[in-house]
Nanobody, 115 residues
Framework: VQLQASGGGLVQAGGSLRLSCAAS????????MGWYRQAPGKQRELVAT???????NYAYSVKGRFTISRDNAKNTVYLQMNSLKPEDKAVYYC??????????WGQGTQVTVSS
């Protein structure tokens, strides 16, 4: 199983970015997918998840600003990030947990927010 993440970059505070994560596994074998992030010197933390029935979960710090969604036809999950803040700066990782219990990570994509 491979996860290909893309969409990171540099943006000013208040701006937007959209991350994409394409899964090599059929999305119908996926239990849930999500995004995590890790800032320098900090532990990796949950950002958002979406289940195979479309239920979503968000970290409190991103609620109302970030939206996770999935495109089943493309085996892809997206993270729309609006109203970005300098504290959102981190490496963002895509994660997949499949129905067999497999847990997979993408390569990470850097998000930098300038103040």
């Amino acid at each position: 199983v491979q996860l290909q993440a893309s969409g990171g970059g540099l943006v000013q505070a208040g701006g937007s970015l959209r991350l994409s994560c394409a899964a090599s596994e059929s999305i119908f074998r996926i239990n849930y997918m999500g995004w995590y992030r890790q800032a320098p010197g900090k532990q990796r933390e949950l950002v958002a998840t979406v289940t195979n029935v479309g239920s979503t979960n968000y970290a409190y710090s991103v609620k109302g600003r970030f939206t996770i969604s999935r495109d089943n036809a493309k085996n892809t999950v997206y993270l729309q990030m609006n109203s970005l803040k300098p504290e959102d700066k981190a490496v963002y990782y895509c994660n997949e947990v499949d129905i067999y219990g497999g847990n997979y990570w993408g390569q990470g994509t850097q998000v930098t927010v300038s103040s």
